[in-house]
C-alpha cells in the first residue's frame, strides 16, 4: 500500500483507516490493563509501560553518563514507566558505535551508580516512595556497525553481506574485517563483566542486544560463515547461549537477563534472520521462535521484540516514519503495515514464550498508542508496550495515560527522523522538534558538520 503521512483526528478515522488496509491492528478504550504491575524475573515492574532504549551519542569519551544523558534518563524517570530499557552499552572500547557512546567500567561504576541513585529518587518524588521502575541496561557490540573513534567507521563483521559490505566500504575479497572465532569466543567474558559491574552499579538486570545487525544480530543469520560459530542454526546462536549462560552464573537468579531480539531482518535469505528463503519480505520465525524459546530455557526473563536494519534503506521496518532521514527512501508500503508487523512480532514470541515479552514501533500511531497497547496487551500480543521516539519527545506519556486516560497530542512525536539524521550526521541526539531548546541547535550543528565533511571528502575525490 502507498506511504502515507499520519493524518487522523479521532479514533474512528484511524480505526477507519485500519479496516480499508484490512490490518490486524486493534484499539481498546478500557486502558486499566496499562496499569498492571508485570513480573519480570524475581522483581516487578509496576505498570505497563517501557521506555525503549534510546541512545542520545551524548555520553563522556570514557562512556560515564554526561549532564545530558543524566537529563534525558532523568525525563524518563518522571514520566511513569514501570521499567526504563537504558540505551546502548558498548562492552568494549572497539565495539562503540560512536565514540560517544556508553561504557560501563569499573572507573566509572560510580557514576553510573550515583546516576541511578538520581533516577530513582526522582521517580519516587514524582510518584511516591512505593514506585519502583526497573532499569535494564543494554549490553552491545556494534559489529558491522562499529566507529569507536572519529567518523571513520571500523567495522568487525561476521561475514561478507553482498548489500551491506558495499556500506561500510568492504571489498568482496578483504577478509581483514571478519572477527575470528577466537575473538567471539573472548567476548563472553565482556559480557559477563560488563552484567557484574550493571549489577555493582544497581542496574536491576542487563540485556544481551540481538537486534538491528548489530554483530549478534548478524551473528544469527550467519548460514555462510564456516567454522564453530557459522552454518547450523545450533552454532549460529552457540555463542549467545554461552553469553546468556555465562552471565546467569555470575549474577545469579536474582538479576534479570533480558534479550533485544530482531525476530525479522528484512533482509535476504541467506543474510537476513526471521525471513523466509524464497520472498526476504515473507517472515518465516520458525528460528526466531526456537531462539526464544532455548534462550528462555538458559535464562531470559524478558524479551523486547524488535525489527529490521535501522542503517539501511528499510529503515521504517524498525521505525515507522511520516519523514525518513536522508539517503532512506519513502517505501513502499502504509506506515500502519510496518506497526502491524512490529505487533505480530512481538505478539508471535509472546505466544511462544511464557516470561514478558515488550512490544516496539508504536510511536507512528501519536496519541492512538494507549489504545493499541491496551488492546495489544489485552490479546496477550505483548505484556509490555515499549516506547522509543515518543519517550524522547514526550516522557510524560505514561504519567498522562494512567492519570487522565489520554496523550496530548501537541506533544506527541511526529516522527520525522530528525533525531536519527542527528545519529547519522554523527552528533548528539535527542528530540528536535519538541525538545527543541536543546536539541535543535545540536540538529543544526550536526547538520552542517556532515556537509562539510561530504565537501571535503568530494574535494578530495575531485583531486584523485
Ligand atoms: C535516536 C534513536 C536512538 C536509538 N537507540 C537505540 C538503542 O540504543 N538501542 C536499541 O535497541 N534501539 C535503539 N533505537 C530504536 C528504538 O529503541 C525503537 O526500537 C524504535 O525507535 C522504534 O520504536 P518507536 O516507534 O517507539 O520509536 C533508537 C532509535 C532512535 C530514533
Ligand atoms: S525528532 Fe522528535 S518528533 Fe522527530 S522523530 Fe525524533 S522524537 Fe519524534
Not at 577466537?182 to 550493571?198: C, F, G, I, N, P
Not at 542486544?209 to 560463515?225: G, P, Q
Request: with cysteine; glycine share 6%; aromatic share 8%.
Amino acid at each position: 500500500m502507498a506511504h502515507e503521512k499520519f493524518n487522523y483526528k479521532s479514533l474512528e478515522e484511524i480505526k477507519t483507516k485500519v479496516d480499508i488496509l484490512g490490518l490486524d491492528i486493534r484499539f481498546d478504550e478500557d486502558l486499566s490493563v496499562l496499569k498492571t504491575p508485570v513480573k519480570v524475573g524475581n522483581r516487578l515492574a509496576p505498570n505497563s509501560f517501557c521506555v525503549l532504549p534510546m541512545e542520545g551519542c551524548d555520553s563522556n569519551l570514557d562512556g560515564s553518563p554526561s549532564n545530558l544523558t543524566a537529563r534525558r534518563y532523568l525525563r524518563f524517570a518522571r514520566g511513569g514507566s514501570g521499567l526504563v530499557w537504558w540505551e546502548a552499552c558498548s562492552i568494549l572500547p572497539e565495539a562503540k558505535a560512536n565514540e560517544r557512546q556508553m561504557m560501563l567500567t569499573s572507573s566509572n561504576r560510580d557514576q553510573f551508580k550515583q546516576l541511578l541513585t538520581n533516577v530513582r529518587n526522582a521517580s519516587a518524588e514524582r510518584f511516591g516512595h512505593g514506585f519502583r521502575p526497573l532499569h535494564i541496561l543494554q549490553l552491545t557490540h556494534s559489529g558491522r556497525y562499529c566507529r569507536p573513534k572519529g567518523h571513520i567507521a571500523q567495522p568487525m563483521i561476521i561475514q561478507h553481506d553482498p548489500i551491506l559490505d558495499p556500506r561500510s566500504g568492504i571489498a568482496p575479497d578483504d577478509d581483514s574485517h571478519i572477527v575470528s572465532d577466537d575473538y567471539l569466543r573472548s567476548l563472553v567474558e565482556h559480557y559477563v563483566m560488563s552484567a557484574k559491574l550493571a549489577k555493582q552499579a544497581g542496574f536491576d538486570g542487563v540485556d544481551i542486544k540481538v537486534c538491528h545487525r548489530y554483530l549478534l544480530s548478524e551473528l544469527v543469520a550467519a548460514r555462510n560463515r564456516t567454522g564453530e560459530y557459522g552454518g547450523s542454526f545450533e552454532n549460529r546462536i552457540a555463542l549467545i547461549r554461552e553469553i546468556v549462560q555465562a552471565v546467569r552464573n555470575e549474577a545469579g537468579t536474582d538479576f534479570i537477563i533480558a534479550s533485544r531480539l530482531n525476530a525479522y531482518d528484512a533482509h535476504p535469505y541467506p543474510y537476513g534472520f526471521g525471513c523466509s528463503e524464497h520472498n526476504m519480505w515473507e517472515l518465516d520465525l520458525s528460528e526466531p521462535l526456537a531462539l526464544a524459546k532455548i534462550m528462555q530455557t538458559d535464562g531470559v526473563d524478558l524479551f523486547c521484540i524488535t525489527a529490521g536494519n535501522p542503517y539501511f534503506i528499510q529503515a521504517n521496518v524498525t521505525r515507522p516514519f511520516d519523514t525518513s532521514s536522508m539517503g532512506i527512501p519513502i517505501p513502499d508500503e502504509h506506515p500502519l503495515e510496518s506497526v502491524q508487523r512490529q505487533f505480530l512480532l512481538a505478539a508471535a514470541i509472546q505466544q511462544a514464550v511464557s516470561v514478558p515479552v515488550v512490544g516496539s514501533g508504536y510511536s507512528w500511531l501519536r496519541n492512538f498508542v494507549p489504545y493499541a497497547a491496551s488492546a495489544n496487551i489485552k490479546d496477550g500480543r505483548a505484556s509490555v508496550v515499549g516506547l522509543g521516539r515518543s519517550s524522547l519527545a514526550y516522557p510524560d506519556a505514561p504519567a498522562d495515560i494512567l492519570k487522565s486516560g489520554f496523550m496530548k497530542p501537541n506533544k506527541c512525536c511526529i516522527t520525522c527522523s530528525k533525531c536519527t539524521q542527528i545519529m547519522r550526521d554523527h552528533g548528539i541526539t535527542g528530540c528536535v522538534v519538541r525538545d527543541s531548546e536543546t536539541y535543535l541547535p545540536l540538529y543544526k550543528a550536526a547538520r552542517a558538520d556532515a556537509d562539510s565533511r561530504e565537501k571535503c571528502f568530494q574535494q578530495e575525490r575531485g583531486k584523485l
